[in-house]
């Protein structure tokens, strides 16, 4: 498979969504009134068990209840994907190797464990120090929401979905968790690729908050998972892009990695 080939292929189904925080409210008037604190969904049991295991074997999913603080626009010049791990029907053509793909992520509006994110695929070439010129982009991402009953009444959600834990706005947002410098998110999203293919992602990102030389914040040791969960706007360009190989069949995990530190900075939009 050529490299624009897996490019193509990688932006198809690279995924992370708009997503929102939560606050705690204080009643000091009333103290006998029970305050209402959302309460996040446990990474075991919302989270597909194949991609846990994955970071798990690379002792990058960081667990703990005080993460920390992640605020502002960093960039990834480029990924390396570690880990293709197939399902055995699948036909999937990408193997690991080097994506020479600009990512742009937004850090936000972090609070009580929740944290608000965006990602952008830009085209152009890379500016000044690496940062991006441009934010055209071919990618649109959507938090999982309209679809919520269409994957809780599925077979391949976890079984925490059928339990009396689940609420709606559990698939609203996205989730960190960590210690120390250390942290991970996690969460679901639907990617609409012109308004063709709709896949639902399993998505799982961990990394060490740091600062360079410069005293700059920096991302370390960035890593970004995925599990296609379903194609929910199937049909035969569908089947026969999966069929083909072009397009990873359910089940199928991609695991990739940024070779260098994200790097706070500036984005010219």
Known sequence: MTQKTSIITFILILSIGFLGSCKKEDHPSTPDTPVSTYQIPSIDEYMPERLLHLFDSLNVLHRGDEPPMINGNFVAE???????????????????????????????????????????????????????????????????KDSITLFTNDPIAPPYFKSSKFTPEDLRHAYIIGNGSYFTLYFYEIRDVSSYILPLNAVVISGKISTDEEEKTIIKDFWLGMEIMKYYNGGSVTNMLIQSGHLPTPGDIIISQSPDALVEGSYRR
Request: one cysteine or more; a negative charge; hydrophobic letters at 30%.
């Open 78 to 144: 480029s990924m390396y994907q570690c880990i293709v791990d197939k399902v055995p029907e699948s036909n999937y053509l990408m193997v690991p190797g080097p994506m020479h793909t600009p990512l742009y992520y937004e850090f936000k509006e972090q609070e009580n464990n929740t944290i608000h994110l965006t990602f952008k695929c830009p085209l152009g070439t890379p500016g000044e120090n690496g940062f991006l010129e441009q934010s055209d982009t071919d990618s649109t991402f959507f938090i999982v």
